[in-house]
């Protein structure tokens, strides 16, 4: 496991000043609340710094870990050794790019929430993004998770991308170049993929009438709160729906374990691919209620069920 040197250290709250903070506890930035502490956790505030930084931690060969919304992320209990950075700060704002009565071409930081571009697109009669509606998390983890619903994925309206690279340097690369696949988006080898940081997303939107993107937003954001847990914390969906047959909720349904509890965790009694944190989970009663439902699964199916959430730490 790497760990940071005292000289580490050192180098870490000169360059990044008061935007470090050691051992901070990753339940505070996680939506299922539950996580031991990251090492550092950066907060830069330019892109400048960001870049500084990735390219001084690369040198170090300190390895590091962009952090989104942390809305579909497990960090073990035991914490994240090394270097997460958080782009809420440095990667902001949505701009307009260009616009004709067809479509509207808009840039959106990753830093930002994705419901705050949901709720941009929106109020412009930009129409494309709805899918989106009740998807927490950041733009750039949604570009990254290639994040969706049945009504769409972030592929669809994506055009390209910007990432930055630990030696500083910006390059875009359009979507052609992306494989993109459920819940994936994987950038092309030259692009050194996990150290490179994204910065923003290119998206392309068609004109639509606002009070009909509206009334759909309401019907869909309707749908979501009937069908999901909306109120305790969770990860959303822990495992990918198989490429046939039924969904794992459906299966997780069937196999009888709504309402099973570990802890502080349970399985949802409204949809069975969520887990929720009735108020003390640990990392670790999710990962145990997580192989349960899968060995459970698959005695009863013989389906393996793939997690779609990320578990980060050691
Ligand atoms: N179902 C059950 N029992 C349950 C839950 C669902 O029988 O406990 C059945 C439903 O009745 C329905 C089918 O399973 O017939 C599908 O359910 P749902 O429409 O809720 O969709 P899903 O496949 O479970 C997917 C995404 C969600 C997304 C919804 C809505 C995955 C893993 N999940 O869920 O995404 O919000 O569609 O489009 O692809 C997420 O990624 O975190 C997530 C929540």
């Known amino acids: ?29 996680t939506s299922f609340r539950v996580g031991g502490p990251a090492e550092a956790l950066v907060t830069p505030a330019t892109i400048s710094d960001l870049s500084l930084l990735i390219s001084g931690l690369k040198d170090r060969k300190l390895p590091y870990r962009i952090l989104g919304g942390g809305t579909n992320l497990i960090v073990r ?22 616009s004709n009565n067809a479509q509207t071409a808009l840039t959106a930081m990753s830093g930002e929430n994705l419901q705050k571009l949901c709720v941009f697109a929106m109020r412009r009669g930009f129409q494309g993004l709805n899918f989106a509606l009740g998807i927490p998390g950041t733009v750039g983890g949604a570009i990254r998770m290639n994040a969706g619903t049945a009504l769409g994925w972030m ?36 692009c050194n993929a996990p150290e490179n940081v994204i910065i923003s997303g290119r998206f392309v939107l068609k004109s639509g009438d606002v009070g009909a993107i509206k009334s759909e937003a309401r019907k869909i954001l309707q749908q979501r709160r009937r069908r999901q847990p909306t109120i305790l914390p969770s990860a959303g969906c822990i495992f990918k729906n198989p490429s046939t047959g039924k969904t ?30 009735t108020g003390k989970a640990t990392a670790s ?10 060995r459970i699964v698959y005695e009863k199916f013989q389906i393996s069920l793939e997690p779609e959430v990320i578990i980060e730490g050691e």
Request: hydrophobic fraction near 40%.
């Open 285 to 294: 009663d999710i990962l145990t209620i997580m192989a349960q439902m899968r």
């Open 248 to 277: 794992a909720g459906e299966l997780i349904d069937l196999a009888g374990l709504k309402g099973y509890k570990v802890g502080g965790a349970e399985i949802s009694l409204k949809h069975a691919n969520f887990i929720v944190n």
């Open 77 to 98: 209990d035991s914490g994240i050794p090394g270097v997460v950075i958080r782009l809420q700060q440095c990667c902001r704002g949505i701009t307009v790019e260009s």
């Open 155 to 190: 592929s669809d309206v994506l055009e390209s991308l910007i990432v930055l690279d630990p030696s500083g340097r910006m390059k875009t690369i359009p979507k052609a170049d992306l494989r993109v696949a459920y819940r994936s988006m994987v950038f092309p080898d030259t």
């Open 1 to 29: 496991m790497m760990r940071l040197t005292a000289d580490d250290r050192k180098w870490l709250s000169d360059a990044a000043g008061g935007s470090v903070c050691y051992g901070e506890p990753m339940a505070r930035h």
